[in-house]
């Protein structure tokens, strides 16, 4: 079981890592500098494709938040958690390389646009989902506040969207079907290196949430 | 039917009685929520040309810092008392503790609201009939109610207690606050019905989702 583990993970690993060395040859030798914007476009492929980790991260939190407090199951709990914990380092990410990208485009490192300010709610409400945790006396209770706290705060980013677009909106829309034939090849190499990445952040973070539990239940079996 | 909302009701009349005999929860609140509007008076320097930009942000942050303050109070003060265990005792569903808390939290906020509104009106010079910010100012305000009687609850069974509510509270009503700002601007500013009504929407959409979602997973919240 162990042995077989380990060799999904090294192939996953091995096959991440040829793909993020192909990615960074696309994104940075082989696609054409965009015309209008110059080189900066370039983080393009890295932002859309962190955002996209972002969100698969919150909605697998939301779908294995609702398992844990139907089934009550602690490996849905864990999953939930080390999901969360990668969406908001994403998330991070694209709240930084956004910026990067809009300083010389729109002349201003933030606006309020819809997308930005989803992005930035959406990181708010998970940072408070992992302070949940450690606010709650039992570990237990930490995971269930976290669990509801993982269904409200998705629920609620389609209404912060659709009201901060109602509001003001800037974002340039996803113009995925314009890109030309090798951006697009990019864009879609790129998208799947960072999936792959994230099953990879998502299967090391599980094992280890996995292993401080186990060092903690066995920690009490020596204190009793 | 008929049976569950007396149940309801009942619980709402319990806390209605508590807060009329003590007044602990409106008379510090109506407090707070009057010195926010002066704070800000100060801070924008505000004179009749400004009045029309400032006052709608001014009355709904003062709502929403009043509204944390209030929730917060909900769920603790039952929690000091051994309260809650007697609640969760009663032989009905959580989710009538929910509805009944729920009411219990709106109507005191309307409650201060038709006191700080006229007072708000006068110090910022404004006309003082205007029977449509009520609307805006019922919607928005069991907005905050629905959600907030949620996590207060969860925020009451943490350690970290007052300081978590505002925490997991502020991200979730963004959608409330900008939609409320826009219509109390509309309004002030004498926008017809018409260019309100998207705003509104969004306003009834939070509420009815919420309402919703936060009396479903209102259980795990208070379970021990």
Known sequence: MKIRGSLRNNTLLGLGFALMMISLYLMFIYVPTEKGMGIIQRIFYFHVPLAWVAFLAFFVVFITSILYLWKRDTKWDTLAHASAEIGVVFTTLVLITGPIWARPEWGSWWTWDARLTSSLILWLTYIAYLLVRSFAEEEEKGARFAAVIGIVGFINVPIVYLSVNLWRTQHPPELVSDLEGSMLLTLLVSITTFTILYCLLIMRNVSLKSGIAEVKRLRGLLEE | ?224
């Not at chain 2, 029977?131 to 069974?157: D, E, H, K, Q, Y």
């Open chain 2, 1 to 224: 039917m008929i049976n569950y909302l007396g149940k309801v009701m009942t619980i709402f009349f319990k806390d209605l009685l508590s807060e009329f005999r003590t007044k602990a929860v409106a008379s510090s609140v109506l407090l707070f929520a009057i010195l926010v509007i002066i704070i800000f008076n100060f801070a924008f320097e505000s004179d009749s040309d400004t009045i029309g930009l400032v006052a709608p942000g001014v009355l709904w942050v003062t709502f929403t810092f009043a509204g944390v303050l209030s929730m917060n109070r909900t769920f603790v003060v039952e929690k000091e008392k051994g309260c809650l265990e007697g609640l969760m005792l009663c032989p009905v569903s959580r989710d009538v503790l929910y509805w009944g808390k729920m009411i219990s939290s709106l109507v005191l906020m309307l409650i201060i609201e038709a006191v700080v509104f006229p007072i708000f009106l006068i110090l910022f010079d404004l006309p003082l009939w205007m029977p449509r910010l009520a609307i805006v100012a019922l919607l928005g305000t069991l907005g905050f109610a629905s959600v907030g009687t949620l996590f207060s609850a969860l925020a009451a069974n943490t350690k970290a207690r007052d300081m978590a509510l505002p925490i997991i509270f502020f991200p979730v009503v963004v959608p409330v606050i900008i939609a409320a700002v826009k219509a109390t601007d509309l309004i002030l500013n004498s926008g017809t019905w018409h260019e309100m009504s998207s705003w509104l929407e969004i306003l009834i959409a939070f509420d009815v989702i919420f309402l919703v979602v936060s009396a479903l997973v209102f259980e795990f919240v208070i379970e021990e």
